[in-house]
């Protein structure tokens, strides 16, 4: 099998293109949907539920098309997408913040680690009601509990790439007699960039889910609030909607970090 591949290679013949490859793996991952798709026809079709728990597709694509001609689905998105970008950003910044900072001093990782893994362990959205109490349901507690969402696993990952860091890179750096500064900038950080990534994909999933539940409970915007007008109105096919759009906003954003990732990683390579 070998010595035919070579062989097709150098008459030309590529036995598998990149973009082949890539068309049968998103085919593939097409399938369960399309089977769900399937199965969800056939049970609205067949009477099994009643249409007021469980609306028909094509009811379904009816209002997803009306919210978003109408703007209110794309609305209520730019509201969620805004509050998750401002309290992911400050989570993240405070989480790489405190990961360097464990990372590189032993005393600060003493003093600090032990309070904060406990902290990590407090869920999500089991401050909301004592954030409550402390500055109300407006967007100053949303804006809290995204940041929380995103502070631990990026603090968290940035410390175990920093202390995962060869200590072959570190010895290079003192060979070349580099500064505290020039060993952080050029050898520490950039071995901690996959761990780093790895936190800010982490940190961005968990800050989406934390910010639909807090829409859920204390919102009169967004995507979390219209699943709850949905459910109180009895509109199960606004709901659906809504739950699509999470999904896909969620999906979106995690894929685009892999890709960013990957072209990190693929020039780290070139470099080397």
């Given amino acids: 099998m070998t010595a035919f591949l070579e062989t097709a290679g150098h008459a030309g013949l590529h036995p598998a293109q990149p973009w082949r490859k890539r068309l049968i793996i998103a085919g593939t991952g097409l399938i369960l949907p399309l089977v769900l798709i399937v199965l969800w026809w056939i049970a609205s079709a067949r009477g099994w539920l009643p249409e007021q728990i469980l609306p028909p597709p094509n009811y379904v694509y009816q209002t997803a098309r009306d919210m978003i001609v109408s703007g209110e689905l794309l609305y209520h998105t730019g509201v969620s997408l805004r509050r998750v970008v401002i309290g992911f950003a400050l989570g993240a ?134 699943l709850v007008w949905g459910r109180q109105m009895f509109w199960l096919d606004t709901v659906i909607v809504a739950m699509i759009a999470i999904g896909l906003v969620g999906f979106i954003m995690d894929k685009s970090l892999d890709r960013t990732e990957t072209l990190i990683q693929r020039w780290k390579r070139q470099e080397i």
């Avoid at 109300?136 to 929380?148: N, Q």
């Avoid at 889910?209 to 919102?219: D, H, I, K, N, P």
């Fill in 93 to 226: 910044s405070a989480g790489l913040v405190l990961g360097i900072a464990m990372g590189l001093s032993e005393r600060v990782e003493d003093y600090v680690k032990p309070l904060f893994l406990a902290f990590a362990q407090i869920p999500t959205l089991g401050w909301i009601p004592l954030l409550m109490l402390l500055v109300g349901i407006e967007e100053t507690l949303k804006i809290i509990i995204i940041a929380k969402g995103a502070i631990v696993p990026m603090a968290l990952n940035t410390f175990t790439g920093i202390r995962g860091v060869s200590p072959k890179y570190l010895e290079v750096g003192r060979a070349l007699r580099f500064s505290r500064w020039q060993t952080l900038r050029l050898v520490v950080l950039p071995g901690a960039v996959p761990a780093m990534f790895t936190g800010i994909r982490y940190g961005l999933t968990h800050s989406w889910t934390s910010l639909v539940g807090v829409e859920l409970l204390a919102s009169s915007e967004g995507l979390g609030y219209l």
